[in-house]
């Protein structure tokens, strides 16, 4: 069966430092994968998405940036965090066959300080 | 462009008694819709989801949702709540529009079950 790893479940950063968040997905080959950040009464908003190894796309203008080195990791980083971008980031997989549903990990909560 | 509106951003209820989570959503093309539950702390689970076929879906925890296209709604019902449904539940729609499987979500509803 499929699963989606995600690390590390919380993280306190001081503004101004940098960040790496990091989703691996086993049981499956060539998953398109998901960031989103989830901010108390907004719901969840997507912050890039990967269909293939190298082929990112960023949903919104942010401080932030994704990478996939390999099928089924997704890194979500930045080089000088600032204090907006607190929050919950969720890492999802899906098979981007037809239209099967989106899995999420456990998520990471970031408190910026 | 697809859109989703939860109607209600919380819904107190108690134990035993039925439920129904309002989920519209707006979209040009046919859609694919999914309602996901998220305990505190924890990402999201999927409940449901309806692709095509029965307009009744049933999912997991003893929940159920109705597609209507014509008032397009997808509502979330269970017929009678545990205190361990206390979660928020996001309302979610993809369509085939070439979107790449993208999901829009809703601001989600926080059901509290009490005593």
């Known amino acids: 069966s499929q699963t989606i790893h995600q690390w590390p479940a919380t993280l306190v950063q001081p503004v101004g430092s940098p960040l790496s968040l990091e989703c691996t997905v086993e049981g499956t080959s060539n998953p398109n994968l998901y960031w989103y950040r989830q901010a108390a009464g907004r719901g969840l908003q997507l912050l890039f998405y990967?269909?293939?190894?190298?082929?990112i796309s960023s949903e919104v203008p942010q401080n932030l940036s994704a990478s996939r080195p390999q099928d089924r990791q997704f890194i979500l980083s930045s080089k000088k965090l600032l204090l907006s971008d607190s929050g919950f980031y969720l890492c999802?997989?899906?098979?981007?066959?037809?239209?099967?549903?989106?899995?999420f990990g456990d998520g990471t909560r970031l408190s910026i300080l | 462009a697809q859109s989703v509106t939860q109607l209600d951003s919380q819904v107190p209820v108690f134990e035993e008694a039925p439920v129904e989570l309002r989920c519209n959503y707006s979209s040009s093309v046919s859609v694919y819709l999914f309602w996901y539950v998220q305990y505190p702390n924890q990402g999201l689970q999927l409940l449901l989801k309806?692709?095509?076929?029965?307009?009744l879906v049933k999912g997991i925890n003893g929940f159920e949702a109705e597609f209507n296209k014509s008032q397009t709604s997808f509502h979330l019902r269970k017929p009678s709540v545990h205190i361990s449904d206390t979660a928020e539940y996001f309302c979610?729609?993809?369509?085939?529009?070439?979107?790449?499987?993208?999901?829009?979500f809703g601001k989600g509803t926080l059901l509290t079950v009490n005593p």
């Open positions: 979610a729609v993809s369509d085939d529009g070439g979107s790449n499987y993208k999901l829009t």
């Open positions: 309806y692709l095509s076929g029965s307009t």
């Open positions: 999802a997989w899906s098979t981007g066959i037809g239209n099967q549903p989106q899995h």
């Open positions: 990967s269909v293939g190894i190298g082929q």
